[in-house]
């Protein structure tokens, strides 16, 4: 049986100030997809949202194998079961995140550093400091 490819998707959020106005982006396959209508919130939750963010692209382009890949340990630590959600919006976040990985075939979230997050470099390239 042939092995089925596994899609990358790159996620990541923040806020200015923070707490503030949320943004996230996502990266696939070399596009990205940017949102800045997320609300007010913190750095932690616009990680979440831009994880969500992940997938909803991830679904909405038929993508059914996909690895996400962030910088927030937070949220890859809180999406793979090994560190709980300590605020309510936090673990709203994380169900439903769950929730849209159930329209997936499988769901990997790893961790990876800032420098190699294609969505964090997104995000930087559309607010220089």
């Known amino acids: 049986m042939p092995r089925t490819q596994r899609t990358k998707l790159f996620f990541d959020g923040g806020c ?3 707490p503030g106005a949320i943004e996230c982006a996502a990266v696939l396959r070399g596009v990205t997809y940017y949102r ?3 609300g007010d919130g913190t750095n932690s939750e616009a990680e979440w949202l831009a994880a969500i963010h992940a997938l909803e692209i991830a679904i909405r382009n038929g993508e059914r194998d996909v690895v996400l890949l962030g910088d927030s340990t937070l949220v890859v630590t809180q999406a793979n079961g090994t560190a709980r959600c300590r605020t309510p919006e936090l673990e709203a976040h994380r169900v439903q995140f769950e929730s849209l990985a159930g ?3 499988t769901v990997r979230i790893r961790h990876i550093g800032r420098a190699q997050n294609l969505a964090g470099i997104a995000l ?6």
């Open 16 to 18: 200015r100030p923070n």
């Open 36 to 38: 800045h209508d997320l």
């Open 103 to 105: 329209n997936l075939d």
């Open 124 to 129: 930087a390239r559309l607010h220089p400091r």
